[in-house]
C-alpha cells in the first residue's frame, strides 16, 4: 500500500503520507508466518505526526498465511495452531509513544 495527499488549506498546506505491506513464508505443510506493516505520517505546519503498526503470526500445522489478512484471520485457520504478535507506535507533538507488545499464543 501507497499514498500520499496534499491540501493547501488551511495556513501553510497539510501533506502526508501511507506506506504499508505484508510478507508471508512457508516450510513445507509444517511451518508457516505472516507479517505486515502499515504507516502513516503527516505534516501540517510545523506540526508532525506519525502513527504506525505491525503485527506477525506463526503456524504450524496445514495452514493458509496466504490468506492471512489480520491476526484474526491467523486465529481462525482451521488446522493450524497459531501465535501472533501486534506493536503500535504514534509521534505527536515531539513525544514517541510505543505501545505495549500484545502477544497471544496458541488457538
Known amino acids: ?6 491540501f493547501s488549506e488551511p495556513g501553510n ?3 502526508g503520507g501511507l506506506l504499508g505491506g ?21 505534516k501540517s505546519g510545523s506540526e508532525y505526526t506519525f502513527n504506525g503498526e505491525a503485527w506477525g503470526a506463526a503456524g ?18 482451521s488446522y493450524c495452531l497459531t501465535g501472533d504478535a501486534s506493536l503500535t507506535v ?12 500484545d502477544y497471544h499464543c496458541c488457538d
Open 13 to 15: 498546506g497539510n501533506y
Open 60 to 77: 504450524v500445522g496445514y495452514c493458509s498465511a496466504s490468506k492471512w489478512k489480520s491476526i484474526r484471520d491467523a486465529r481462525k485457520d
Open 22 to 42: 505484508s510478507a508471508y513464508g512457508e516450510l513445507g505443510c509444517l511451518a508457516s508466518l505472516k507479517g505486515a506493516v502499515t504507516m502513516i505520517g503527516n
Open 90 to 101: 504514534d509521534y505527536t507533538h515531539g513525544k514517541l509513544d510505543v505501545g505495549d507488545l
Open 1 to 6: 500500500d501507497i499514498g500520499a495527499w496534499y
